[in-house]
Nanobody, 115 residues
Framework: QVQLVESGGGLVQPGGSLRLSCAAS????????MGWYRQAPGKERELVAT???????NYADSVKGRFTISRDNAKTTVYLQMNSLKPEDTAVYYC?????????WGQGTQVTVSS
């Protein structure tokens, strides 16, 4: 099993910034991919950003140029730096860990962008 604990969510004004963190623990494989997804009320969960084992990143078009995903060298913590936040970024943000055989999700952290 892999446990994922997200932190860093909260309430921020439009144009503001937040940094999310996701710490993985348990039986972590050295080769893994991690990512961030989000789900707004009444909508399906969608990809925000992913970082592959080799460091390759991928972003949703809606966040390109505003969000940056990164991870530590031990590949146990992934971050999401969110700048220039918009009200439409309001959602529960989920961390995901995946390797060749398994897939795990965190419990989610709420991000609310509102004045």
């Amino acid at each position: 099993q892999v446990q994922l604990v997200e932190s860093g969510g909260g309430l921020v004004q439009p144009g503001g910034s937040l940094r999310l963190s996701c710490a993985a623990s348990g039986s972590i494989f050295s080769r893994n991919d991690m990512g961030w997804y989000r789900q707004a009320p009444g909508k399906e969960r969608e990809l925000v950003a992913t970082i592959r084992n080799g460091g390759l990143t991928n972003y949703a078009d809606s966040v390109k140029g505003r969000f940056t995903i990164s991870r530590d060298n031990a590949k146990t913590t992934v971050y999401l730096q969110m700048n220039s936040l918009k009200p439409e970024d309001t959602a529960v943000y989920y961390c995901r860990y995946s390797d060749l055989v398994r897939n795990f999700w965190g419990q989610g952290t709420q991000v609310t962008v509102s004045s």
